[in-house]
């Protein structure tokens, strides 16, 4: 496979986000299952990250998880697996964290592939814990999502983008609380 990266997925309007759904810790199983069972030992870790992964949050209905391996920029490793198991790569960004993007179907996923030790890791972790343990952010960062939900959308990156301040300054929230002893953060 090229190394190029990929183009960005079209979101075609709006972005959808429903409330919380608590068939969604379920459905990461059946999607880690797969991941799995497609790849053994060479999955070192599957998680259950993103909105999705946080009890009350709205979200996409899109699971996220992520997928740690040795080396993401090794696709010869795992993306013909991933790929006879379901999975599409969508998403190669070499420049960023040599992050990759399968996305799967029933249910609706993306599987964001890093190599061991990457700090976006530990980030999307701190995240969500910090969601978790905060009822103020959770809300803020819900009205936030739902807000730009309302906008039409040439990307579904462009959305992403647009919660990028938000999301700063919750990060910024919870590193602190990383830093106070609260959270494991990677």
């Keep these: 496979m090229s190394e190029e990266s990929l183009p960005p997925e ?42 999705t992964s946080v009890p009350g949050l709205a979200a996409k209905p899109v699971i996220d998880a992520n997928l740690t391996v ?9 993306a013909p697996a991933l790929e006879a198991a379901g999975f599409r790569l969508v998403v190669r960004e070499p420049e960023w964290f040599e992050h990759r993007m399968f996305k799967g179907a029933d249910p609706v996923a993306n599987l964001h592939v890093f190599s061991k030790g990457c700090p976006e890791l530990s980030t999307m972790r701190l995240m969500r814990d910090w969601l978790r343990a905060s009822p103020q952010d959770l809300a803020l960062y819900a009205r936030t999502k739902r807000a730009l939900a309302q906008q039409s959308w040439a990307r579904v990156q462009d959305y992403a983008d647009a919660k990028g301040a938000v999301v700063g300054e919750i990060l910024g929230r919870a590193r602190a609380w990383a830093a106070s002893g609260g959270g494991s953060g990677d």
């Excluded at 059946?30 to 599957?46: E, F, K, N």
């Excluded at 040795?70 to 795992?78: F, I, L, V």
């Design 70 to 78: 040795a080396d993401s920029a090794d696709e010869a490793a795992y």
């Design 10 to 51: 079209s979101a075609g309007g709006r972005v959808e986000v429903v409330d919380y759904d608590p068939a969604w810790p379920a459905q990461f199983e059946a999607v880690a299952g797969r991941v799995r069972a497609a790849l053994g030992r060479a999955a070192l870790a599957v998680e259950h990250v993103g909105s």
